[in-house]
Antibody, heavy 117, light 111 residues
Framework: QVQLVESGGGLVKPGGSLRLSCAAS????????MSWIRQAPGKGLEWVSY????????YYADSVKGRFTISRDNAKNSLYLQMNSLRAEDTAVYYC??????????WGQGTLVTVSS | QSVLTQPPSVSGAPGQRVTISCTGS?????????VHWYQQLPGTAPKLLIY???NRPSGVPDRFSGSKSGTSASLAISGLQAEDEADYYC???????????FGGGTKLTVL
């Protein structure tokens, strides 16, 4: 079945870095745009970034531009998010999701990133 | 402050009908971009509920329906059931931000 599994979350100090991964299975990963979306504890959803199927088109939310880098490896059916210069306000559950014609489906189960000293 | 505005909470008794509004602007919903809705049950990842304003993915009951008009959209849930208690989010695209935007979410309580 279609599945997205995130990994790489954890506790990191302010100013630190972390790399998230998302492993896809059950669909033709290379055909789809992919996105990262986050949810701070007790808060709503915030779109972070998306990348086109080939990786040639990338967009970021202003809140992470210049600090986060999205990438993908279609041969490994994997999506990545390199997060640098992390701040307390980046603390959230990070979800990867397939983006099809503007909507997000499916979603992974999420991985928690905590930025704290 | 979310770009799309939703009521923080709505409630209804089992069997009743409730609606959740999603208000945007001329750079997102009003510009013609589609609205999509997600259901997030407690402790789980969001799940697509309505796509393209009014379309239901396979497996979503027809008790759920969506509509869009002008700069707003609505999600209607009829025949409320206890299992519908969840957070609901609308989502669209914003041309001035060049990215996706979400509503702040609405918590549905089934009384």
């Amino acid at each position: 079945q279609v599945q997205l599994v995130e990994s790489g979350g954890g506790l990191v100090k302010p100013g630190g870095s972390l790399r998230l991964s998302c492993a896809a299975s059950g669909f033709t990963f290379s055909d789809y745009y992919m996105s990262w979306i986050r949810q701070a504890p007790g808060k709503g959803l915030e779109w972070v970034s998306y990348i086109s199927s080939s990786g040639s088109t990338i967009y970021y939310a202003d809140s992470v531009k210049g600090r986060f880098t999205i990438s993908r490896d279609n041969a490994k059916n994997s999506l990545y998010l390199q997060m640098n210069s992390l701040r307390a306000e980046d603390t959230a559950v990070y979800y990867c999701a397939s983006r099809a014609n503007g909507w997000f489906d499916p979603w992974g189960q999420g991985t928690l990133v905590t930025v704290s000293s | 402050q979310s770009v799309l505005t939703q009521p923080p909470s709505v409630s209804g008794a089992p069997g009743q009908r409730v609606t959740i509004s999603c208000t945007g602007s001329s750079s997102n919903i009003g510009a013609g971009y589609d609205v999509h809705w997600y259901q997030q049950l407690p402790g789980t990842a969001p799940k697509l509920l309505i796509y393209g304003n009014s379309n239901r993915p396979s497996g979503v009951p027809d008790r759920f329906s969506g509509s869009k008009s002008g700069t707003s959209a609505s999600l209607a849930i009829s025949g409320l059931q206890a299992e519908d208690e969840a957070d609901y989010y609308c989502q669209s695209y914003d041309s001035s931000l060049s990215g996706e935007v979400f509503g702040g979410g609405t918590k549905l309580t089934v009384l």
